[in-house]
Nanobody
Framework: QVQLVESGGGLVRTGGSLKLSCTAS????????ADWYRQAPGKQRELAAR???????VYADSVKGRFTISRDNTGYTMYLQMNSLKPEDTGVYYC??????????????WGQGTQVTVSS
């Protein structure tokens, strides 16, 4: 059974930083590619950042230059470093990843979400 476990959310003041983590656990050989989505209160879920299997990164215009998506050397954990946070970054952040379960077996999973609140 595979799980994506997120951590790192919290309350921070405008201009502050947070680093979110998303770790694949269970019967897995690691993460192939991953996205970080966020959902503000009353709004639709939107893509914040993406890292492809080849390491290409894509960012929403609203976070470009402030957020950085990365992975650790083991391949089991993805990160989202968020700097210069603004109140409009407030929301629940979700990790969505293609997880390698076996040779040629890749399945998509969602994390449980972690709350990020930026106070003005």
């Amino acid at each position: 059974q595979v799980q994506l476990v997120e951590s790192g959310g919290g309350l921070v003041r405008t201009g502050g930083s947070l680093k979110l983590s998303c770790t694949a656990s269970g019967s897995t050989r690691g993460i192939s590619s991953a996205d970080w989505y966020r959902q503000a209160p009353g709004k639709q879920r939107e893509l914040a950042a993406r890292m492809t299997a080849g390491g290409t990164t894509v960012y929403a215009d609203s976070v470009k230059g402030r957020f950085t998506i990365s992975r650790d050397n083991t391949g089991y954990t993805m990160y989202l470093q968020m700097n210069s946070l603004k109140p409009e970054d407030t929301g629940v952040y979700y990790c969505n990843a293609d997880v390698i379960e076996a040779v040629a077996v890749v399945r998509n999973y969602w994390g449980q979400g972690t709350q990020v609140t930026v106070s003005s």
